[in-house]
């Protein structure tokens, strides 16, 4: 089974000023693509300790300066590209979060059935 075969949910292609904070230290991010269970993003500046596992993403969305903010577990790592899962998302930043899916995907409809795949 290809990776993209054993995903269940949909990723978006989207783009946003982001960071990832790891044990206090701030990394610039480059987003690539976003799902209601993670992202792939690319480290603007690779001075991230290749033993790091988990941290901390910001997601600025739209001109008013509204933020995602989740935990997230880094799932993978080829060069400066990275592969988040996230782990912990307060109420508001999951409802930002399923909003922007809705709005950057072709079917809003497949992204309500994929809320029921989430982990309560």
């Given at each position: 089974?290809?990776?993209?075969?054993?995903?269940?949910?949909?990723?978006?292609?989207f783009?946003?000023?982001?960071?990832l904070?790891?044990?206090?230290?701030?990394?610039?991010?480059?987003?690539?693509?976003?799902?209601?269970?993670?992202?792939?993003?690319?480290?603007?500046?690779?001075?991230?300790?290749?033993?790091?596992?988990?941290?901390?993403?910001?997601?600025?969305?739209?001109?008013?300066?509204?933020?995602?903010?989740?935990?997230?577990?880094?799932?993978?790592?080829?060069?400066?590209?990275l592969?988040?899962?996230?782990?912990?998302?307060?109420?508001?930043?999951?409802?930002?979060?399923?909003?922007?899916?809705?709005?950057?995907?072709?079917?809003?409809?497949?992204v309500?059935?994929?809320i029921s795949?989430?982990?309560?």
């Amino acid at each position: 089974m290809s990776p993209s075969e054993s995903r269940r949910f949909v990723r978006v292609s989207f783009h946003a000023d982001a960071s990832l904070l790891v044990d206090g230290q701030k990394y610039a991010l480059d987003m690539e693509e976003l799902s209601l269970k993670g992202a792939t993003v690319v480290l603007l500046d690779d001075t991230l300790a290749a033993d790091a596992d988990a941290g901390e993403l910001h997601l600025v969305i739209g001109d008013d300066g509204l933020e995602i903010t989740m935990s997230v577990a880094i799932r993978s790592r080829e060069q400066e590209r990275l592969g988040l899962e996230w782990t912990c998302i307060d109420v508001d930043s999951l409802g930002m979060l399923r909003r922007v899916i809705e709005l950057n995907s072709g079917d809003p409809n497949e992204v309500l059935s994929e809320i029921s795949n989430l982990p309560t």
